[in-house]
């Protein structure tokens, strides 16, 4: 082949072309982002609309079905699941793999405003995203310390949260547990009553007095001024001071009819670190941003920050997803190091020859680092997918080398040529059957880039992987393999050496054995044939009766414990709760810290949140400094939390790939609430039973305990 002639009558010219390949590589390599998983996207959109005050039934009529109907119509839908919850509506549109995300987003959006007129009177307009599984939460800031929450909370968010979310990866920071400062005037009704006043006086007054009017300009002859009219109240007590009317020439002030306090809002999450109440900042991250890198920067600035912050405030990291991440990286890069050197020292014990070894086994490097330069080309990151792609293909991107320079070796031995001959024509005689034995391996591996469904997706970067690595071996056979081998490949006259002697007793052995295994097989050519075919279908029982999932169980360190009360339960009731199951979880092994998170729902990709939802995460010693695994304290934890027969709880581990959500769900529909209820109940309770279910519930639950005013309107 022309190429290969090139490389091998100039040496330095080829020389060059594969250290500038190397050199890409490892600079692609600096550049390339670190992960658990590919970043995968699905096309699913999610509209939220709240109506404060609206029960589900009504959100369902007036919010929900409208929207329903609305992008019902779009084109590419897959399915629509809509939940209403009090005072807010959720709907999700799943839509085929194929469509792309931000198209039907944008779709999603056009279809949502055609119908916003007819939404009722003082619901918030619908915000529509992409469900991004990418954005995930990274880590958890958790400030506490010997403050009042309120400090507390203006620390985290004015200090900490302001800083961290300049930092280059973050998407998003969620405040949990903070308590803002408000100031509160407490109004008697008797005092109003008595005055003829209304309380939309009282408000009407302090929106008024409270004011800064912007004035315009003032001119003069050499100068321009701005006037402001300055009407904001500076001090709290000046509050007392607001004229609300004048009755009978008489001012009528606040003081007079209340008092003004200096207080905090009133609290709808909490959040408690190994018991002590503090405020969590929750860190998520863009979608498609190198995790890893995201959250070694932010470190590196919480610790800048370290000195901005007051004496007797703490803050502690936990939840942290690149600890998992690197680890997990880690041991696949090891495995990779280690197939490439056992690869390398099969070679030679096969070979018996140094110099023959070094010069297959530099395929090895050589095609992996250049590999690198098409995954970043492509997009792709270093995580356990590709990093699998590129130690299967360890074993592969050595055998073109080993054929072609096996070839030249012969040539070498039984017609005494030089290297340099040996070279032209042993590469020219197998240079298209190793561009050919490529092809084959990459018919194999290319189609997995095409599969379907959402394995496929996954899929792809393993396939793509290897197919670069295959057809960057095929590259470096062909042109420094051989260039090598006409350098320095040279045959010893004489004794064979201790070690030829050792890998021709191997060779000799493996091959009589082989040789009457062959002759046994072709004595019994029926046989044989029909115990291929009983291997071929024995596959399929042995098939049904392996484990399947979708990713294998790993011991991330982190679970949490959802926890759902029933419907109307109070934020100081789930205090109260939150605290008996941390000082139950406190006492099982390996257990480092716990943080619990009060009104944030239950840390799902997706769903609303409310006072009687919470979860409890729980970090656990590392993997090497105890002597259980995460599964064994999970299913403690489930029996822990048996004894609490009001509550739904699901025990799971958090972080790595999916974490935090069911790994099986049944969808029911039916235009009857209360039969739903009846049907899912059955079918859980039935669930119950199957060996190996757990965390069994359903996403039913009843309205909130309401008061109701029915008006008399004859009297009204």
């Known amino acids: 082949m022309k190429i290969t002639e090139i490389s091998i009558n100039k040496p330095i010219f080829t020389t060059m072309m594969i250290t500038t390949l190397v050199v890409l590589g490892a600079a692609a390599y600096l550049r390339l982002g670190i992960d658990l998983m590919p970043n995968v996207e699905f096309p699913y959109v999610m ?21 329903e109907e609305a992008v019902n119509t779009i084109s590419g839908i897959e399915d629509i699941n809509s939940t209403s919850f ?16 931000d198209i039907a987003a944008q779709e999603v959006r056009d279809k949502v405003n055609s119908v916003l007129a007819q939404l009722p009177q003082g619901t918030n307009p ?65 005092k109003l009553s008595a005055m003829n006043l209304s309380i939309r006086q009282v408000k009407d007054a302090i929106t008024q007095q409270n004011i800064e009017i912007p004035g315009g300009k003032v001119e003069q002859k050499e100068k321009e001024f701005v006037l402001r009219t300055l009407g904001r109240i500076a001090d709290v007590k000046d509050f007392n001071d607001i004229v609300i009317a004048t009755i009978n020439g008489a001012q009528v002030r606040v003081s007079d009819i209340g008092r003004v306090e200096d207080t905090g809002a009133r609290m709808t999450t909490a959040s408690y670190y190994n018991g002590k109440p503090s405020v969590t900042l929750v860190i998520k991250k863009q979608s498609g941003t190198n995790t890893v890198a995201v959250v070694k920067n932010i ?49 030679l014990l096969f070979l ?109 970067s393993y396939g793509l992987t290897i197919a670069f690595a295959v057809a960057i071996s095929v590259f470096v056979a062909l042109t420094l393999t051989p260039m090598l081998c006409s350098l ?25 054995k082989y040789i009457l295994m062959l002759e046994w097989a072709l004595a019994r050519r029926k046989r044989m044939m029909v115990y291929g075919v009983l291997i071929m279908i024995s596959m399929v029982p042995l098939f049904m009766f392996l484990g399947k999932d979708f990713m294998p169980a790993d011991d991330t360190g982190l679970y949490q414990i959802n926890i759902t009360a029933p419907e109307g339960t109070s934020l100081g009731m789930m205090k109260q709760i939150f605290a008996q199951v941390e000082t139950e979880t406190r006492q099982l092994p390996h257990v480092k810290s716990i943080l619990s998170s009060i009104g944030t ?103 909130k305990p309401e008061y109701r005013v029915e008006i008399d309107r004859s009297r009204a």
Do not use: C, W
């Open 47 to 67: 509209v939220q609309t709240s109506l404060r005050g609206a029960g589900p039934e009504e959100i369902e009529s007036s919010v929900t079905k409208p929207l």
């Open 86 to 101: 009090e005072g807010l509506s959720l709907v999700m549109i799943k839509f085929v793999l194929e469509k792309n995300g």
């Open 126 to 190: 619908p915000v529509i995203g992409k469900l991004d599984i990418g954005a995930q939460a990274v880590l958890n800031v958790v400030v506490s310390g010997n403050r009042d929450l309120i400090d507390l909370t203006q620390i985290a968010k004015k200090k900490i949260k302001e800083n961290i979310e300049t930092v280059s990866g973050v998407g998003a920071i969620d405040i949990v547990g903070g308590r803002e400062r408000e100031i509160h005037l407490v109004v008697n009704p008797l």
């Open 299 to 347: 470190k590196e600035r919480i610790d800048e920050l370290q000195g901005t912050i007051p004496p007797g405030v703490e803050t502690t990291i936990i939840g942290d997803q690149s600890l998992f991440i690197k680890d997990s990286v880690n041991t696949v890069t090891e495995h990779l190091v280690l197939g490439a050197v056992f690869a390398a020292l099969m070679v």
């Open 352 to 460: 018996g020859d140094f110099r023959s070894t070094i010069i297959s086994s530099l395929a090895i490097p050589t095609s992996l680092i250049g590999t690198l330069i098409f995954m970043q080309a492509a997009g792709f990151t270093i995580n356990t997918m590709t990093l699998l792609g590129l130690t299967i293909a360890v074993g592969i991107v050595v055998d073109d080398a080993i054929v072609m320079l096996e070839n030249i070796y012969r040539h070498m031995e039984e017609h005494k040529m030089s290297p340099l001959k040996a070279a032209l024509d042993g590469s020219r005689e197998i240079g298209f059957a190793v561009v050919a034995m490529s092809a084959a391996l990459l018919v194999i591996f290319i189609p997995l880039a095409y599969m379907g469904g959402i394995i496929g997706r996954f899929l792809k």
């Open 488 to 512: 320095f490949l040279k045959i010893k006259p004489g004794a064979k050496t201790r070690l030829e002697k050792f890998t021709d007793r191997i060779n000799e052995y493996l091959a009589d």
């Open 601 to 703: 729902g239950t840390g799902s990709h997706f769903g609303g949140s409310s006072a009687n939802e919470g979860y409890v995460l729980v970090e656990l010693d590392d993997l090497e400094d105890r002597d259980l695994p995460m599964q064994k304290l999970l299913l403690a934890s489930r029996e822990m939390m048996s004894k609490y027969k009001g509550l739904r709880v699901a025990v799971m581990p958090a972080g790595g790939f999916g974490g935090g959500d069911a790994e099986l769900m049944y969808n029911i529909s039916g235009p009857d609430l209360q039969k739903l209820n009846e049907y899912s109940s059955a079918i859980a309770a039935k669930l119950r039973t199957i060996k190996g279910a757990v965390d069994v519930d359903t996403s039913f639950s009843y309205a």
